[in-house]
């Protein structure tokens, strides 16, 4: 089992923290996500060989754990921060099913990944399905850390952030 330092992070609901948590954890190593390619690169980025530039190399994050409110159970995600997206994954990530791999990047924009079996499942978005919880779906709202909630809950969420953009219109 892996042991986390508590922050005071850890002090304010999931729910409410914003994004991108800063954890001043150390990296593991330094991986090329995305190698660079030889080949010359159309209007789209796109190179003669299929490949794609434009994508972010990153270190590889260590993984957070979460406990799940009401559950036995530990919620994990790497959470990675660059100015470009993202692939892939980076290789070699300790993640169990389940698992999500977060990248914020860009103005705001977010990619989403889930661990499923050996591979990881991308273009995961709000109201996702968890693997193995089926009463659990994932949460993803402007400012707020992706996580695994029931359905109710999410429902609960949403009220309160249509509730809270009127009053502010």
């Known amino acids: 089992m892996t042991t986390v330092e508590l922050t005071d992070k850890d002090a304010t609901p999931l729910h409410q923290q914003r994004f991108p948590l800063t954890f001043p954890l150390p990296p593991q190593s330094k991986v090329d996500v995305n190698p660079p390619t030889c080949a010359s690169a159309d209007a789209d980025g796109v190179t003669k060989d299929g490949g794609t530039e434009g994508y972010a190399t990153v270190t590889t994050p260590n993984r957070q754990e979460h406990k799940i409110r009401n559950l036995n159970l530990t919620m994990g995600r790497f959470i990675t921060t660059h100015h ?19 990248h914020h990047y860009g103005n705001k924009k977010v ?8 591979q990881w499942v991308g273009d995961i978005s709000d109201g996702h399905h968890h693997p193995l919880l089926q009463d659990y779906r994932l949460f993803v709202a402007d400012d707020i850390e992706p996580t695994w909630v ?7 969420y949403k009220g309160r952030i249509r509730g809270h953009q009127k009053s502010v219109n």
């Open 84 to 102: 470009l997206p993202l692939q892939q994954p980076p290789p070699r990530l300790r993640a169990v099913d389940g698992d999500l791999y977060i």
């Open 111 to 118: 990619q989403i990944w889930l661990k499923e079996g050996d």
């Open 150 to 156: 029931t359905k109710k809950t999410r429902s609960t």
